[in-house]
C-alpha cells in the first residue's frame, strides 16, 4: 500500500518558518502526536481538503514520532518515514459501512487539526461490516526529495 504523497502547504509554511524565520512555536510538540487516517476522497491534496471516512467505530490511529511509531531511512538519495508497525482501523455495526477508503493521511490530531501529507493508496478498499482496514508494517510511507 505505497502511497504516492504529498505534503501540505500547512506544513510546508511550518517548516520553511522553523528554518528561516527560527520559530519554534510553529511546531509545539514535534512528532509527539501524529494520527493517521483513512478518507474517502481528495479534492486538494495540497491544502489538505479531504472527505475523512465516518463508517462506525473508525477513528484516527496514533502512531507516535519515535523509533517505536517510525523507522526513518535515507537510502538512494531519499529521505523516508514507514510505519514501525501494523496500523488498524476495524468497522462494526449492525450493517455494511460500505465506504470506499482511497487516501490515506497524516494529521496533527485526533479529530479536526491540520493534515500534514496526503497519499492515495495503490487500489481503493471498500469497508464492510467487521472488516479490519490495516496498514501493513512498512506500508506507509512519506517521502523528501
Given at each position: 500500500?505505497?502511497?504516492?504523497?504529498?505534503?501540505t502547504?500547512?506544513?510546508?509554511?511550518?517548516?520553511?518558518?522553523?528554518?528561516?524565520?527560527?520559530?519554534?512555536?510553529?511546531?509545539?510538540?514535534?512528532?509527539?502526536?501524529?494520527?493517521?487516517?483513512?478518507?474517502?476522497?481528495?479534492?486538494?491534496?495540497?491544502?489538505?481538503?479531504?472527505?475523512?471516512?465516518?463508517?462506525?467505530?473508525?477513528?484516527?490511529?496514533?502512531v507516535?514520532?519515535?523509533?517505536?511509531?517510525?523507522?526513518?531511512?535515507?537510502?538512494?538519495?531519499?529521505?523516508?518515514?514507514?510505519?514501525?508497525?501494523?496500523?488498524?482501523?476495524?468497522?462494526?455495526g449492525?450493517?455494511?459501512?460500505?465506504?470506499?477508503?482511497?487516501?490515506?493521511?497524516?494529521?496533527?490530531?485526533?479529530?479536526?487539526?491540520?493534515?500534514?501529507?496526503?497519499?492515495?493508496?495503490?487500489?481503493?478498499?471498500?469497508?464492510?461490516?467487521?472488516?479490519?482496514?490495516?496498514?501493513?508494517?512498512?506500508?506507509?510511507?512519506?517521502?523528501?526529495?
Amino acid at each position: 500500500m505505497a502511497t504516492a504523497n504529498a505534503a501540505t502547504n500547512y506544513l510546508e509554511e511550518k517548516i520553511l518558518k522553523f528554518i528561516f524565520d527560527n520559530d519554534s512555536g510553529s511546531f509545539s510538540t514535534p512528532g509527539a502526536s501524529l494520527y493517521v487516517g483513512l478518507a474517502t476522497a481528495v479534492s486538494d491534496a495540497e491544502a489538505g481538503t479531504l472527505t475523512e471516512a465516518t463508517y462506525q467505530n473508525y477513528t484516527r490511529q496514533q502512531v507516535n514520532g519515535a523509533t517505536s511509531g517510525w523507522t526513518i531511512s535515507t537510502a538512494g538519495g531519499t529521505c523516508t518515514a514507514s510505519n514501525a508497525a501494523n496500523i488498524e482501523y476495524p468497522a462494526s455495526g449492525s450493517s455494511p459501512t460500505n465506504q470506499t477508503i482511497t487516501h490515506a493521511f497524516v494529521a496533527d490530531a485526533a479529530t479536526s487539526g491540520n493534515i500534514l501529507f496526503v497519499g492515495a493508496l495503490d487500489a481503493s478498499k471498500t469497508i464492510g461490516n467487521l472488516d479490519i482496514f490495516r496498514i501493513n508494517t512498512g506500508n506507509l510511507s512519506i517521502e523528501l526529495k
